[in-house]
T-cell receptor, first 110, second 112 residues
Framework: GEDVEQSLFLSVREGDSSVINCTYT??????LYWYKQEPGAGLQLLTY???NMDMKQDQRLTVLLNKKDKHLSLRIADTQTGDSAIYFC??????????WGAGTKLIIKP | NAGVTQTPKFRVLKTGQSMTLLCAQD?????MYWYRQDPGMGLRLIHY???????AKGEVPDGYNVSRLKKQNFLLGLESAAPSQTSVYFC???????????FGDGTRLSIL
């Protein structure tokens, strides 16, 4: 079946850029999403990209989609301590059901 | 604007007990979803609904039942709780199936 994979951890220094990567297997994906989960909280939609787009930028966030390699990335510029969270990648299959990655925990070093 | 509200936020049950989790949304969304989140895993879809009066099975439906009698509410029931159902449960809603899902804050359920 379809699968979404992410690294479990990423450690960056405050002020640097963070790049969180995600790979997926479903070539019929329609939308791809990035969600953020802070400790003890629900999931907050950060951004999403339609499958016919290559890039989307929203303030400090840049999403890059390589459909050929089925690779999605989220770049956070000027990473701050408030960016500490778990980041989930998800793809919407042809039935619009979301297939989720296991999440990447972003750790910010001072 | 409350968005998606889940009650209760925490609950401890004994094996074999039953309970119902309530999800309410005030965004007039058609689609509603119940997920469970376990450590080191992504979210897994339990059941979902594409409109009032409809329900459908997701990836892990066994041991759960749902009802969508009103458009704004989606109930998740555990008839006979088992320790394997210890998890964090999230409800989400979306305007349509191809629109982003909005999540509640979760219900932390422990089954002893």
């Amino acid at each position: 079946g379809e699968d979404v994979e992410q690294s479990l951890f990423l450690s960056v220094r405050e002020g640097d850029s963070s790049v969180i990567n995600c790979t997926y297997t479903d070539s019929s994906s329609t939308y791809l999403y990035w969600y953020k989960q802070e400790p003890g909280a629900g999931l907050q939609l950060l951004t999403y990209i339609f499958s016919n787009m290559d890039m989307k930028q929203d303030q400090r966030l840049t999403v890059l989609l390589n459909k050929k390699d089925k690779h999605l990335s989220l770049r956070i510029a000027d990473t701050q301590t408030g960016d500490s969270a778990i980041y989930f990648c998800a793809e919407a299959d042809s039935n619009y059901q979301l297939i989720w990655g296991a999440g990447t925990k972003l750790i910010i070093k001072p | 604007n409350a968005g998606v509200t889940q009650t209760p936020k925490f609950r401890v049950l004994k094996t074999g007990q039953s309970m119902t989790l309530l999800c309410a949304q005030d965004m007039n969304h058609e689609y509603m979803y119940w997920y469970r989140q376990d450590p080191g895993m992504g979210l897994r879809l339990i059941h979902y609904s594409v409109g009032e009066g409809t329900t459908a099975k997701g990836e892990v439906p066994d041991g759960y039942n749902v009802s969508r009698l009103k458009k704004q509410n989606f109930l998740l029931g555990l008839e006979s709780a088992a320790p394997s159902q210890t998890s964090v449960y999230f409800c989400a809603s979306s305007y349509q199936g191809d629109q982003p899902q909005h999540f509640g804050d979760g219900t932390r359920l422990s089954i002893l």
